[in-house]
Structure formats: structure tokens, C-alpha cells
Nanobody, 120 residues
């Protein structure tokens, strides 16, 4: 089994910053891609940012220049630094981690979600 624990969400004013973390633990042989998604009320879940095992990153157009994804392989943790937050960034943020387990299976695991509310 693999568990993901997210943290760092909260309430912030427009223009503010938050840093999300997602730590993976359990029967992990290796971690491949690590992604952050978000789902706003009444909307579909969307990919916000992703980072591969070699550090290549990609971002949704709506967050480019404001959000930064990074990972600490020693800690099996992925981060999302969110700056210049806007009202439209309000959503529940989920991490998704593609894990190769110690049993040899590759499977995407999801965090429980952390709520980010941008409001004045």
C-alpha cells in the first residue's frame, strides 16, 4: 500500500502565497511522475502542474509564472509553491503520484485533497 498525505492549504487573500506539500509513503520502489490537480466547485478536475522523475516540469497556462512545482526525491515529496494567488485559484488541490510499488506494479495514487480558498 501507498499513502499520500497533503498539507498546506488554507485561506489567503488575493496576491498572497501558499505552499502545498504531498508526501508519499509505503511500499514504494520508485516514484515516476508527480502531479498537482485542482477541482473548483462545479468544474471538472484539471491538471495544474506536473514534474517527471528527471525534473522536467509542465504547467497549465493559467498558472504559468505564478506556480512552481518541485520535488524532493529523498523525501518522496512533491511541492507546489503558489504565488500571486487569484480568486479563480480557489479549489481543492490533489496530488497524484505515479508509483512503482515494491511488488512491481505501476499505479497512480491520489492524495486526499487540500482546500485552497482565495478571498478578500
Amino acid at each position: 500500500q501507498v499513502q499520500l498525505v497533503e498539507s498546506g492549504g488554507g485561506l489567503v487573500q488575493p496576491g498572497g502565497s501558499l505552499r502545498l506539500s504531498c508526501a508519499a509513503s509505503g511500499s514504494i520502489f520508485s516514484i515516476n511522475a508527480m502531479d498537482w490537480y485542482r477541482q473548483a466547485p462545479g468544474k471538472e478536475r484539471e491538471l495544474v502542474a506536473g514534474i517527471t522523475s528527471d525534473g522536467s516540469t509542465n504547467y497549465a497556462d493559467s498558472v504559468k509564472g505564478r506556480f512552481t512545482i518541485s520535488r524532493d526525491n529523498a523525501k518522496n515529496t512533491v511541492y507546489l509553491q503558489m504565488n500571486s494567488l487569484k480568486l479563480e485559484d480557489t479549489a481543492v488541490y490533489y496530488c497524484s503520484v505515479l508509483v512503482t510499488t515494491t511488488q512491481g506494479y505501476e499505479y497512480p495514487y491520489w492524495g486526499q485533497g487540500t482546500r485552497v480558498t482565495v478571498s478578500s
